[in-house]
């Protein structure tokens, strides 16, 4: 099992920018695709964004395409999350989640991985609030 811790959370002005980070330990995160969730207080665990094991496939919610970007880098079992133009409705706490592929699931459509059941693995997330 993976284990993973964000960071980079914080407060932030409307309109600034922020990089989270969500490092791996315990395994090597090329054998997952990850995700990034937000959960606010009171409401679901919002999907993000998503990254395929090798990087070469990524996909957005409407609420953060254009706005957030994710990338990883595999030689440092890093995975990241560029959030510009943050917006008040941005505050909550973040989470990187990681989902296992195999040789037979690494080319499943990222479209289909936008559920907190799709992923095995959680970090404990970090907060990120945005003042007005």
């Known amino acids: 099992q993976v284990q993973l811790v964000e960071s980079g959370g914080g407060l932030v002005q409307a309109g600034g920018s922020l990089r989270l980070s969500c490092a791996a330990s315990?395994?090597?995160?090329?054998?997952?695709?990850m995700g990034w969730f937000r959960q606010a207080p009171g409401k679901e665990r919002e999907f993000l964004t998503a990254i395929s094991w090798s990087g070469r496939s990524t996909y957005y919610a409407d609420s953060v395409k254009g706005r957030f970007a994710i990338s990883r880098d595999n030689a440092k079992n890093t995975v990241y999350l560029q959030m510009n133009g943050l917006k008040p409705e941005d505050t909550a706490v973040y989470y990187c989640a990681a989902r296992l592929t195999t040789r037979f699931t690494a080319t499943q459509p990222l479209t289909g991985q936008t559920s907190p059941s799709n992923y095995g693995s959680w970090g404990q997330g970090t907060q990120v609030t945005v003042s007005s």
């Open positions: 315990g395994r090597t995160l090329s054998s997952y695709n």
